[in-house]
T-cell receptor, first 115, second 113 residues
Framework: AQSVAQPEDQVNVAEGNPLTVKCTYS??????LFWYVQYPNRGLQFLLK??????LVKGSYGFEAEFNKSQTSFHLKKPSALVSDSALYFC?????????????FGSGTRLSIRP | DSGVTQTPKHLITATGQRVTLRCSPR?????VYWYQQSLDQGLQFLIQ???????AKGNILERFSAQQFPDLHSELNLSSLELGDSALYFC????????????FGPGTRLTVT
């Protein structure tokens, strides 16, 4: 079965420190991978995507993610966290070759940045 | 602001009732997706429409149905409501049927009492 796992329900980081939010996936073929962020009482916002090419993908708000095919991972990273980064982060995968844009979301990781 | 609008913002109704949630996609987007977000189930894909036609179905109950109209807005109909249907319902849109990122609306919070 195709799935996405976010092993951490919550990640706590001090402001100014680097942050990593983990994501692993299990899909057949080459996946399309995404990160979305959800602020309180808001819809999801697209952060970045990996389709093909360079394994390091840069996105909005200074976030980046690294695609690692051998480890089937797509971890979200930021060199220096801000308090305003505190939100719920979702990793998502869309199996390649799908005839539709059905996306499978992970369970989400709550990122908390302390001042 | 993603450009996707959803109405109403909040909805409180009783068990057994029927409700309709409405979504207007971003200008130019032909695909509309519906998702349910609940505490115990996470974010679940329900259904996708592309230019008026159903394209993909996810974990959508038989009590739920959706449609996309010629002006591309979409409605999600939930009937015979149960307490467990209480959730946030999101609509998202994208330009095509194989588009990569999706743009989410602010959601409709449904409370079934």
């Amino acid at each position: 079965a195709q799935s996405v796992a976010q092993p951490e329900d919550q990640v706590n980081v001090a402001e100014g420190n680097p942050l990593t939010v983990k994501c692993t996936y299990s899909v057949s073929g080459n996946p399309y991978l995404f990160w979305y962020v959800q602020y309180p009482n808001r819809g999801l916002q697209f952060l970045l995507k990996y389709i093909t090419g360079d394994n390091l993908v840069k996105g909005s708000y200074g976030f980046e993610a690294e695609f690692n095919k051998s480890q089937t991972s797509f971890h979200l990273k930021k060199p220096s966290a801000l308090v305003s980064d505190s939100a719920l982060y979702f990793c998502a995968v869309r199996p390649s070759g799908s005839s539709a844009s059905k996306i499978i979301f992970g369970s989400g990781t709550r990122l908390s940045i302390r001042p | 602001d993603s450009g996707v609008t959803q109405t109403p913002k909040h909805l409180i109704t009783a068990t057994g009732q029927r409700v309709t949630l409405r979504c207007s996609p971003r200008s130019g987007d032909l695909s509309v997706y519906w998702y349910q977000q609940s505490l115990d189930q996470g974010l679940q894909f329900l259904i996708q429409y592309y230019n008026g036609e159903e394209r993909a179905k996810g974990n959508i109950l038989e009590r739920f149905s959706a449609q996309q109209f010629p002006d591309l807005h979409s409605e999600l109909n939930l009937s015979s409501l149960e307490l467990g249907d209480s959730a946030l319902y999101f609509c998202a849109s994208s330009p095509g049927t194989r588009s990569y990122e999706q743009y989410f609306g602010p959601g409709t919070r449904l409370t079934v009492t």
